[in-house]
């Protein structure tokens, strides 16, 4: 389905920005 092959998508995009904005805080 296209719908979960997007939602995939999004979840890792969304996790890696969630990482960048950690480390922008850790720093």
Same mark, same amino acid.
């Given at each position: ?20 904005v $950690? $480390?922008?805080?850790?720093?």
């Amino acid at each position: 389905m296209l719908i979960l092959s997007d939602a995939k998508m999004l979840i890792n995009i969304v996790m890696g920005l969630l990482l960048h904005v $950690r $480390r922008k805080l850790a720093t």
